[in-house]
């Protein structure tokens, strides 16, 4: 997001445009995924037991998604602050944590949405497999997540361990000022050009195109599930159309954020591949304005998760009222039925045995 020499001095629409998009995405992003990590922390905590465990293995992933995207947001003041300054102020060890965190997280939070689409399709439309492992599922969230996070830490090590804050000198001619130089510094990762298009298209592939492919083939056999079994009810036929729509809104959303960010990704390997066309438009002025835009996209997508996901939340947060209100029911239903037991065999057993001659004290007998 950072590897240009140097941001260029922003105009003032841009500089209004660009700080007013960062707080609104940083404030609506935050505040959203605090908020949900409560709430399903809140949840599990109180409805932590083996009757659950359905629900705990999908709040697991809806919490995961939301501390990921949280540790998205938390990076954007650093690229706002470098494209307004035009300089990184931030030190060695802050760009190392901005790539670190940035490539990580980004590709991380992709992930859980392909294995909660996934995790989707099953629970709907093969609900046996779904089912058939409930005791173990908390514990195959645990592993899902180790295997993901190490992975990811994996393939976006290359990128991480060249990252470095590199100054430069800007020599400025101009006419009517005496000539001089400027310096400033640039957070980039100064990966060797042997290994930079190896490196790009194994991560738009497992970054973009293998979790878009994974999202968008179960999301179509989702809603091609829900058609077929919609049936002639008018009301099924209503709650199928709001829930592919919704589906809809969530795959929409995800491409819109992501495409144009990986489309720009690619763009330095091209003129490498297609050699005879003359790519230099795309390094101008106004494709590098666009791919700026294009690189804050996924801080849009990281705080827009959670109002998607928000919905699936209440929808757990009423199953589970529902489930512990039967359990409750079902509860004083056995305890009044052991109680009527009881008074039955007590019933009996005093009227085979009665009871013996008790001396009561008195109440100065008491006192004494």
């Known amino acids: 997001m950072l590897n240009q020499a140097h941001p260029g001095a922003?105009?003032?629409?841009?500089?209004?445009?660009?700080?007013?998009?960062?707080?609104?995405?940083?404030?609506?992003?935050?505040?959203?995924?605090?908020?949900?990590?409560?709430?399903?922390?809140?949840?599990?905590?109180?409805?932590?037991?083996?009757v659950n465990s359905v629900f705990q293995h999908m709040a697991m992933y809806i919490l995961s998604l939301s501390v990921v995207d949280l540790f998205v947001?938390?990076?954007?003041?650093?690229?706002?602050?470098?494209?307004?300054?035009?300089?990184?102020?931030?030190?060695?060890?802050?760009?190392?944590?901005?790539?670190?965190?940035?490539n990580i997280n980004k590709i991380l939070s992709v992930a859980l949405l392909a294995v909660m689409s996934f995790?989707?399709?099953?629970?709907?439309?093969?609900?046996?497999?779904?089912?058939?492992?409930?005791?173990?599922?908390?514990?195959?969230?645990f592993a899902?997540?180790?295997?993901?996070?190490?992975?990811?830490?994996?393939?976006?090590?290359?990128?991480?361990?060249?990252?470095?804050?590199?100054?430069?000198?800007?020599?400025?001619?101009?006419?009517?000022?005496?000539?001089?130089?400027?310096?400033f510094t640039v957070c980039r990762s100064s990966l060797p050009d042997v290994f930079l298009p190896y490196f790009i298209f194994y991560m738009v592939a497992f970054g973009f195109v293998v979790p878009g492919f994974i999202i968008a083939v179960c999301y179509i056999f989702l809603i091609r599930h829900l058609r077929q079994k919609n049936g002639k009810n008018t009301f099924v036929t209503a709650y199928t159309g709001k829930v592919v729509?919704?589906?809809?809104?969530?795959?929409?959303?995800?491409?819109?954020?992501?495409?144009?960010?990986w489309f720009f990704v690619i763009v330095p390997v091209l003129p490498y591949i297609f050699t005879s066309i003359d790519w230099t438009f795309?390094?101008?002025?106004?494709?590098?304005?666009?791919?700026?835009?294009?690189?804050?996209?996924?801080?849009?997508?990281?705080?827009g998760n959670w109002i998607f996901y928000a919905a699936m939340n209440r929808e757990l947060r009423e199953t589970v009222t529902t489930k512990s209100q039967t359990q409750k029911s079902l509860l004083s239903t056995k305890t009044e039925a052991a109680l009527k037991v009881l008074l039955l065999n007590s019933e009996k057993d005093d009227d085979h045995h009665p009871a013996p001659n008790v001396v009561v004290p008195r109440q100065e007998d008491d006192q004494l």
């Not at 995790?119 to 173990?136: G, T």
């Not at 430069?168 to 130089?181: K, P, R, T």
């Not at 809809?248 to 995800?254: E, M, Y």
């Not at 494709?287 to 996209?297: D, G, H, V």
């Open 10 to 50: 922003m105009l003032e629409w841009e500089t209004a445009l660009t700080t007013t998009f960062f707080f609104l995405v940083f404030t609506i992003g935050v505040t959203g995924n605090v908020w949900v990590i409560y709430s399903v922390i809140r949840l599990l905590y109180k409805t932590w037991s083996p």
């Open 73 to 102: 947001l938390c990076m954007a003041p650093l690229p706002m602050g470098y494209f307004l300054q035009e300089t990184w102020n931030f030190g060695y060890l802050a760009c190392k944590l901005f790539w670190a965190v940035e």
């Open 119 to 141: 995790e989707r399709f099953l629970a709907v439309c093969r609900p046996f497999q779904f089912f058939c492992c409930r005791r173990k599922r908390v514990c195959n969230v």
């Open 144 to 183: 899902v997540l180790t295997f993901l996070l190490t992975s990811i830490i994996i393939l976006c090590s290359p990128i991480i361990y060249y990252a470095e804050a590199i100054d430069y000198e800007l020599n400025i001619n101009d006419s009517d000022a005496s000539a001089g130089s400027v310096t």
């Open 245 to 261: 729509r919704r589906i809809l809104r969530v795959v929409v959303f995800h491409f819109v954020c992501w495409t144009p960010f």
């Open 282 to 303: 795309l390094f101008s002025p106004v494709p590098n304005t666009i791919r700026m835009y294009a690189s804050f996209l996924p801080y849009l997508n990281s705080a």
